[in-house]
């Protein structure tokens, strides 16, 4: 039987094999930004089957299950799990070409020790075989990351969430380190008006303090801040369609703020100028605790109203959306920049004809100590394939450093998603082949080269998180 997922797969030279085997493959895993359910690792979760691990929230598949025709009630509806799993076998062939199709047998693979492609007559034996494996205590939650090599997780959590979980985490010495990154997309939205004035009284009750004022919510927000702080939380990340940094005054927001609780409805100038207040708020924030902080934009949401009302957020109708983020992304940073107010700081979109952008715009603001320090993050989303990620690599190695890279991540909802890192760390590996085949790069240089890998797969995000 021929085996698809071998040791050298995708490594299609000899440097990229050496640099791959030597270096990165030995490396451990940061995951530092995903988001897996804090309360599954506390609980160290056992699944019932594979469906439940591998396609609940999942919705990477669920895309292309609707693409393949799959009705919904297989895909989010009362199925049964051994039902929704034999339509995915029965899409995984037609996946050929999109990355689920590597990501499906990498994970059969390097999880489960199944190198059998997925396919309608191979669904009961792997099904079965995968199921069984799940009810033994080496594949639960905290040992399926163990399993994967994963030294630290950093779960994407809300400012008005209690983290209790994280605190359960903390007293079970678990060989993974797990962290809350804190998320404060609800505390933005102010163009959700019913749905942010709901948020603004669960974040008053999980500060213990009443929220009236626009200086009453920055001081909730800095008590959540601190205790997010005490509970190992270093970096922060936000979802934005684009970054936010008109002209205001403190008055100007006092004022949106206050007709917003009252009832009201604010504007579109008003939401900008309240968006562009508190996101500033918050960078301080994130800066007075020397935090890393993430950027995530050009993402439209829930765009599918029909499936929105059925299904809510989440569940596979977002897309990419095409912003022009370079006058008011050098406007937001340039401004905490001369302040002395500007952390390290990671930069993505969702459109790759954003990686230039970035990547010029977050080297305009580099400065030492910090190597990298602002710096163009990794291919996310729809682009964390192939194509996606040589791009990005190719744009920040051409406008930037790419030795000083931090890496990837999973940005992923399952547990089994580790080998996506094992996934770029080839991608990578066989681009820096490829140069050296090509005389682009010194083989002699190959010591250099490899430990450029391990710092890329590795080091450089620890270094660069502290942890």
């Known amino acids: 039987m021929e085996q698809f997922i071998t040791n050298d797969f995708m490594l299609t030279n000899e440097p990229a094999r050496e640099l791959y085997h030597e270096s990165a493959a030995r490396m451990p895993i940061i995951d530092y930004h995903c988001h897996l359910d804090p309360k599954q690792i506390a ?19 669920w895309r292309a299950m609707r693409g393949n025709g799959i009705p919904e009630e297989f895909i989010t509806g009362n199925r049964t799990d051994y039902e929704k799993f034999e339509k995915w076998a029965e899409t995984v062939p037609y996946t050929m070409r999109n990355p689920l199709y590597h990501w499906t047998h990498l994970e059969l693979s390097r999880i489960f020790g199944i190198d059998k492609l997925l396919k309608p007559d191979t669904a009961r034996e792997i099904y079965d075989a995968c199921t069984a494996m799940l009810q033994t205590e080496e594949f639960r939650a905290t040992k399926l990351m163990e399993r994967c090599h994963v030294e630290v997780v950093c779960t994407t959590d809300d400012p008005a969430d209690s983290l209790c979980y994280h605190q359960q985490i903390q007293t079970q010495g678990l060989k993974t380190k797990v962290y809350p990154a804190w998320r404060p997309d609800k505390v933005v939205a102010m163009e959700q008006a019913e749905a942010f004035r709901a948020y603004i ?5 999980a500060a213990g303090m009443e929220i009236r004022t626009y200086d009453e919510l920055l001081e909730a927000l800095r008590r959540r801040h601190d205790f997010f702080a005490s509970m190992g939380c270093r970096l922060s990340d936000h979802g934005m369609d684009n970054f936010y940094a008109d002209a205001y005054t403190e008055a ?10 009252e009832g009201k409805e604010a504007d579109e100038t008003e939401i900008r100028k309240y968006k562009s207040a508190i996101l500033y708020e918050l960078a301080v924030m994130d800066w007075e605790k020397g935090w890393a902080q993430q950027y995530h934009i050009s ?18 109708f977002d897309a990419i959306l095409e912003v022009n983020c370079a006058a008011a992304g050098h406007k937001f940073l340039d401004r905490l920049d001369k302040e002395g107010k500007l952390t390290k700081t990671i930069l993505y979109s969702l459109n790759p004809k954003d990686n230039e952008v970035l990547a010029t715009m977050a080297y305009t603001f580099n400065e030492a100590p910090v ?8 291919a996310w989303w729809f682009l964390d394939q192939e194509d996606g990620m040589r791009k990005q690599l190719n744009a920040l190695s051409a406008l930037g450093l790419l030795s000083r890279f931090i890496g990837m991540l999973t940005d992923s909802r399952s547990f089994l998603s580790y080998p996506r890192h094992e996934y770029f760390r080839r991608i990578l590996c066989n681009l820096i082949g490829e140069d050296i085949e090509a005389g682009k790069l010194p083989r002699s240089e190959m010591d250099f080269l ?8 590795y080091y450089n995000a620890k270094r660069y998180f502290g942890f």
């Open 299 to 316: 993402v439209i949401r829930n765009n599918n109203t029909r499936m929105f009302q059925k299904l809510g957020v989440d569940t596979g």
């Open 371 to 378: 190597p990298g320090k602002i710096q163009l993050g990794a």
């Open 450 to 457: 490899k430990q450029m890998v391990a710092d890329i797969s």
């Open 252 to 261: 100007e927001v006092r004022t949106i703020f206050r007709k917003v609780m």
């Open 201 to 205: 009284q669960k974040l008053s009750e």
């Open 43 to 61: 609980e160290n979760h056992r699944f019932k089957n594979l469906s439940e691990v591998w396609l609940g929230g999942d919705h990477y598949k």
